[in-house]
């Protein structure tokens, strides 16, 4: 698992495909709908629409995946709902132009002036662009949303899920920055908050490689879950611990220069059935409710006593599949604070770290 490469080259391409392939059928979708208006031959519409919706997708995939957020993350949600939609507009207008003359010239035979003038005079380009801006405007507002709440969840409550309490199976792993007082008394309150803010914006990598949903930020801690059964195969949760590591260990260089301090953190990790729902009128939120997010977190306080890194309960242990490079050490079985059942406590280190 140490040998694991850093997971960014492979979620920005991902984020370009996913892009490109949702650029390609809101172009297919606009020109079917187009095609039933227009005097042109539905082929030409409809391929037009295909090719530009999947270069103006793509586009967009690759600015947002490799310059968009460094540059940008910091700004207020209205300068970037404004960025977004004049970068979006500015690559639809640029696609639009080039696809459709070209398709004009071929298709019709028209010369590149025929093309251009009916193009833009006829109304056909105010039309289409219009629409670009207006699902950009769109789009762009429902990506800050996404932010605001977590891949995934805008969606759960629109459509009901969660509104009841279901029973389900999760894996929680609370992870703790070290030090944090201390480094907090020296840099004072805002240095201290932007040290935080960097900290856990350079975990996001391994979070969304490992497809881990950002349950609760408290202070300086963060609390991820996974699917219990999405992990008994592939053991994302651990895999996700050593990604971090792996992240923050990469801009230690950065962080000793700005700030004097390098983040190092601690983890506990438990898993089992717990009630997940909605809670909240002036502010939705979903919760967990149950034992195991008790005993995650009096686990995550132990590895200091211990002298680990990362535990893990015996429970969670015995349902993850093999652990490559990584290597369980048995600590103790006792009784947690406030439990009536004694646990059974492993620290994981890399096997790497051991030789």
């Not at 070209?102 to 289409?128: I, N, Q, V």
């Not at 015995?318 to 604070?337: D, I, K, N, Y």
Request: proline fraction near 3%; include cysteine.
């Amino acid at each position: 698992m140490h040998a694991l490469p850093s997971p960014r080259r492979q979620l920005q391409y991902r984020q370009v495909f996913r892009s490109a392939q949702t650029g390609l059928l809101v172009g297919l979708a606009y020109a079917v709908v187009q095609s039933l208006l227009a005097e042109h031959e539905a082929r030409q519409i409809v391929l037009n629409g295909v090719l530009a919706g999947f270069f103006i997708g793509a586009s967009v995939g690759v600015v947002e995946a490799f310059w968009f957020p460094l540059r940008f993350r910091r700004l207020p949600f209205g300068w970037l709902q404004l960025a977004r939609t004049l970068l979006y507009s500015s690559f639809s207008a640029f696609w639009l132009l080039i696809i459709v003359l070209t398709s004009r010239m071929y298709f019709e035979g028209l010369s590149l002036g025929g093309a251009w003038h009916e193009y833009l005079t006829a109304g056909h380009f105010r039309a289409d662009l219009i629409f670009a801006v207006l699902f950009s405007f769109v789009l762009g507002g429902l990506q800050q949303i996404t932010t605001l709440h977590g891949p995934g969840q805008l969606l759960k409550f629109v459509n009901g899920t969660f509104h009841q309490p279901r029973e389900v199976e999760r894996i929680f792993m609370f992870v703790d920055m070290k030090s944090s007082t201390t480094i907090a008394e020296t840099l004072g309150n805002l240095t201290y908050s932007r040290f935080v803010q960097d900290f856990f914006y350079d975990l996001t990598d391994a979070i969304l490689a490992t497809q881990a949903e950002v349950y609760q930020y408290v202070g300086d801690e963060i609390v991820l879950a996974w699917p219990l059964a999405a992990n008994r195969q592939r053991a994302q949760c651990v895999r996700c611990f050593y990604l971090m590591q792996d992240a923050i260990e990469a801009r230690r260089a950065a962080y000793l220069a700005e700030y004097g301090y390098f983040p190092t953190f601690k983890a506990g990790l438990h898993g089992g059935r717990v009630v997940v729902t909605w809670v909240g009128e002036v502010k939705k939120e979903i919760v967990y409710h149950g034992d195991v997010l008790n005993t995650t977190a009096r686990i995550q306080a132990l590895c200091n006593e211990f002298g680990q890194e990362l535990l893990i309960s015996e429970t969670l242990l015995q349902e993850l599949g093999p652990l490559p490079h990584v290597r369980a050490t048995f600590l103790t079985t006792l009784r947690l604070r406030g439990k009536q059942h004694e646990v059974s406590l492993y620290g994981l280190r890399r096997a790497e770290a051991l030789a």
